[in-house]
């Protein structure tokens, strides 16, 4: 599909609950549904929003049909790097299942049962966020010791690998070094996911100065089929696993604008939200904004 065809089926109220379909549910996260299939797995992102690790009453209308088809585009971009969790035959696979919803559709996934890896697998390529906070303490981002005197969203000398834990729901991810990530999944296991998730972000980064976008981090997740085969799995280089900004507005000394939830984020710590639940309900321009983030990305990339 291209984005114009992606842009013109979405919804026009946010979809924040998947419900009526016969397959049991068996996890529910901040963004996705996951059915089960029997021989496989059915990956739904509604378009419920976060922020600050709460979930908003109001979604992005369309936000998990973009996320999703954003995907399925950096799964084929990546496809020579490694395999993906994908079904071959998505379309054949929705229909001899029965799914024949459109919208449903776009925003699902039907995918290989696999292992997932207990770790997230975060690269950073620019000073900032968290990176930036630690930096201006320690001079180091995660145990990496850096130059003195690099501004706020520099580039970095090279990209750096800092893997987390995978927390439980309601808890946050912890930084791991080396050593914790070889003995979480393994010596040989951990040094691939290592240097797959850095050829990824090296490919997603150059794809994404061709669009006209910078990508500054994001995050991956692998797993394992049944011989130990390496897998990207869940979500690939979309505007919520990835710090995405306009090239042609990136200078270095601030935090620039990135393609995602900034105008929500702006929007609650400006009226002084005290971050637990519940959240307010967000006014209709800054949905209204936020959804063209996302569809601009959208756009960058697919042309």
Known sequence: MTSAQIAAALP????????????????????????????????????????????????????????????NWWFAQVAHLLPNHLLPDQAGEFARRGITDRDLQLRSMIVRKLKPLTIECVVRGYLVGSGWASYQKTGEVCGHRLPAGLRQADKLPQPLFTPTTKAPKG????????????????PALYEQVKATSLALYS??????????MILADTKFEFGTDGAGNLVLIDEVLTPDSSRYWPADQYRPDCSPPSYDKQFVRDHLLAIKWNQTPPAPPLPAEVIRRTQEKYLAALKNLLG
Not at 57 to 68: A, C, R
Request: no cysteine.
């Open 203 to 212: 490919l997603g980064h150059d794809r994404a100065r061709a669009a006209g």
């Open 171 to 186: 808890q946050h991810d912890e930084p791991i070094n080396d050593a914790q990530g070889a003995a979480a999944v393994g």
């Open 12 to 71: 026009a109220r946010a979809v924040t609950s998947i419900d009526g379909l016969p397959f049991p549910r068996i996890a529910s996260g901040k963004v996705r549904e996951i059915f089960d299939l029997g021989d496989a797995l059915l990956l739904t992102a509604t378009d419920r929003l976060s922020a600050f690790d709460v979930i908003l009453p109001d979604g992005i209308p369309g936000k998990g049909i973009i996320l999703t088809q954003i995907s």
